[in-house]
Nanobody, 117 residues
Framework: QVQLVESGGGLVQPGGSLRLSCTAS????????MSWYRQAPGKERELVAT????????NYANSVKGRFTISRSNAKDTVYLQMNSLNVEDTAVYYC??????????WGQGTQVTVSS
């Protein structure tokens, strides 16, 4: 059974930091590109960051460049999103996504991140 389980969300003040984790099971994690998406209320889901299956390549949305860092541990079947200098516009549900070059794709259930004073 495929599972992606996110954790680490919560309430943080503007300027603060959070680290999200997504632990995978039920598939060969090391062969999948991993991404974080987010969806704010009333908005479409947007891609935040992607990391290649080896971790050698990363890409970020312009809105988070320099503030967020995506990383992975293939030994732990886990992908991370370190979020620094958070602002209210970062408030959203954050989703973990696994995508294989042959088209298979999986989603986590999401974790809420709220940035508020």
């Amino acid at each position: 059974q495929v599972q992606l389980v996110e954790s680490g969300g919560g309430l943080v003040q503007p300027g603060g930091s959070l680290r999200l984790s997504c632990t995978a099971s039920g598939f060969t994690f090391s062969t999948y590109f991993m991404s974080w998406y987010r969806q704010a209320p009333g908005k479409e889901r947007e891609l935040v960051a992607t990391i290649s299956h080896t971790g050698g390549n990363t890409n970020y949305a312009n809105s988070v460049k320099g503030r967020f860092t995506i990383s992975r541990s293939n030994a732990k079947d886990t992908v991370y999103l370190q979020m620094n200098s958070l602002n209210v516009e970062d408030t959203a549900v954050y989703y973990c996504n696994a995508a294989h070059v042959f088209g298979l794709e999986y989603w986590g259930q999401g974790t809420q991140v709220t940035v508020s004073s």
